[in-house]
């Protein structure tokens, strides 16, 4: 749950959620976006940190992926640091040194169909950093992301069907190499595969900017019938 969702399913809690939505939605927009801006540079100088003590292979995916691809650093409209994950064991290391240095674990998901692990978000001092377990299939890899019912809270939905909706999302196999994200080189899809990689993710016009952009949009992106359960 980001910390959109955790704002919105609180106010729909005490009953305030159409009036908000009419009236106060820009302003907690903002408010998240800055809460995050002040807080993310920490927070990548500690991952990084954290990702070379714990020697773990983890590289920078999706939208933090496409903010370092276009200009090294974050998307100016971005609430998250995105990053991919192919080992179980790593990112059991990584978390140890993640939590030593004060990040906290907050959502872990998996599959109900099988209890497989397919994502865990961390915050440190408001800055949400969400790990995608990538999983191998044949020429591809696959990920996952969850979403509420339309009209719908994660709290309703989770009420209503007992998790999240699960979208599977399926792109080319592809090599990592360093690329420079705040000031500091992490692992990223190679430069050779870049350009195939975002054009799957985004569309062909990924490199113009676009905040109105969602995950909607994606075509590799296909719901499920599966559903994700938040342990």
Do not use: C
């Not at 714990?54 to 971005?78: K, M, Q």
């Not at 009420?159 to 690329?179: C, M, Q, V, Y």
């Not at 016009?205 to 905040?211: L, R």
């Amino acid at each position: 749950m980001t910390i959109l969702e955790q704002i919105k399913e609180f106010i729909a809690v005490i009953g305030l959620l159409p009036l908000v939505k009419k009236y106060f939605s820009k302003p907690i927009y903002y408010f998240v976006n800055l809460r995050f801006k002040m807080s993310s540079t920490s927070a990548i100088n500690l991952l990084h940190e954290a990702i070379q003590e714990s020697r773990s292979e983890v590289w920078l995916e999706f939208g933090s992926f496409l903010g370092a691809f276009r200009n090294n650093s974050i998307i100016s409209h971005d609430f998250d640091i995105d990053f991919a994950v192919k080992s179980i064991n790593d990112l059991v290391r990584l978390e140890k040194e993640l939590l030593k240095r004060g990040f906290k674990l907050i959502r872990t998901i998996v599959l109900k169909s099988d209890n497989s692990l397919v994502e865990k978000t961390y915050s440190y001092k408001g800055a949400h950093v969400d790990f995608f377990v990538v999983k191998e299939d044949g020429r591809f890899f696959t990920t996952y992301d969850f979403s509420s019912i339309p009209g719908k809270t994660w709290g309703e939905t989770i009420n209503f069907i007992g998790g999240l909706r699960a979208h599977k999302n399926t792109f080319s196999k592809f090599d990592l190499e360093p690329i420079e994200f705040m000031g500091l080189n992490f692992m990223a899809p190679s430069k050779t595969d870049a350009d195939k990689h975002l054009k799957e993710l985004y569309g062909d016009d990924y490199k113009v900017p676009n905040s109105k952009w969602s995950l909607d949009q994606r075509s590799i992106r296909i719901l499920t019938k599966d559903v994700g359960l938040i342990k």
